[in-house]
């Protein structure tokens, strides 16, 4: 017989939000160091972590070709309670190509890639939203400041 295991719940921080204590990384579903998943079966491993208690996600909108991998888990998503579900993506790396990789953290396009984020994921909020790497060139009080209004 299988044993039945209960992923434990933690707080995240000091606001409230809790998360199960193992997250989901999602990035390998849509091709960084693999091949891409089809879609299918992309939302059939989101959701049988899900059903084996994981409700901590985590994604970024430079992942897979053209954010593929926010639009997969946004598909996976219709399909769970997203009430029962903690939605981490990140922003802040523009490109990585040979010639290494590229960050930009005006409020501007901070502003822009939450919007994209939120409309590929298919939610009303981002449950944590943060920077995948930090622009030397802009103070990070300007970064985040409109992410809090």
């Known amino acids: 017989m299988a044993q039945i295991v209960k992923i ?16 989901y990384g999602c990035m390998g579903l849509t091709g960084i160091y693999n091949d891409p998943l089809p879609d299918e079966e992309g939302i059939s491993v989101i959701k049988h972590a899900f059903d084996q208690g994981i409700t901590f996600f985590d994604t970024s909108d430079i992942y897979g070709v053209d954010h593929a991998n926010e639009i997969l888990v946004g598909k996976a998503l219709k399909q769970l309670p997203r009430e029962k579900i903690q939605i981490a993506t990140k922003f802040g ?22 919007e994209g984020s939120l409309k ?24 985040v400041k409109d992410l809090f209004l």
């Open 8 to 23: 434990p719940r933690v707080k995240l921080g000091t606001q409230g939000l809790e998360v199960s204590k193992l997250g």
């Open 120 to 143: 590929r994921l298919g939610v009303e909020y981002i449950d944590l939203y943060y920077q995948h790497r930090v622009d030397l060139s802009v103070p990070i009080e300007d970064t």
């Open 93 to 114: 790396i523009t490109k990585i190509d040979s010639s290494g990789m590229f960050v930009k953290g005006t409020p501007e396009y901070v502003r822009s890639c939450c």
